[in-house]
Each structure stands twice: as structure tokens, then as C-alpha cells.
């Protein structure tokens, strides 16, 4: 969509249960990649509200999150190379409710 952009997140989260709840929290804005790895394709206000969720989750001084906006998804062609098991191309449609 117009306006989004591509956005990688990794985190290194040391607590299982505060993992697994960023680890579900991401899945609802982007595509899981691997272990801690997620590729997004959002929005500003999508992006903040992303960053509001994980902010409530981790444990600033044990946790880390990096956020890197590679640039506008519609121009950006992100080129992953994968070892081992295939990592399926994001793809962004509507979705209906």
C-alpha cells in the first residue's frame, strides 16, 4: 500500500514469557521470518502502534528490541537470502472482517 514502509524487527528478549507475548504481539504486524525476526510491511500510525505494544512487553535493561525502517515498501525490494528453509515472499492484501 501507499505509505507503508518495509520495517525489519529483531529483539532479544531474555524472560520466555515476555518473549512469547512479543512473539504473538509481532505476528499481528508482520511476517515471522526467524526465531526473533520479523518482517513488516505498516504504516506510520500501524509502526507506533507496534512499538507502543512491545514497549509494554519488554524489560527496558534485560531486553532489546532493534526496529530498522529499510524504506518505503512500494520502491524497496528486500532481498533475504536463506540457508536451509525458504523463507515465503510478504505479500500485503485487504483483509476482510
Known sequence: MAGDRLIIVAYDI???GRWRRAFR???GYGQWIQLSV???RL???RRAEMVAKLTD???FGDDHVVIV???PADSVHLA?????RTVPKLERGATVI
Do not use: Q
Request: aromatic share 4%; glycine share 8%.
Open 80 to 84: 533475504i537470502e536463506s540457508l536451509g
Open 25 to 27: 504481539t509481532m505476528n
Open 14 to 16: 531474555r524472560n520466555p
Open 43 to 45: 504504516t506510520a500510525r
Open 57 to 59: 512487553i519488554i524489560k
Open 69 to 71: 525502517d529499510v524504506g
Open 38 to 40: 520479523f518482517e513488516c
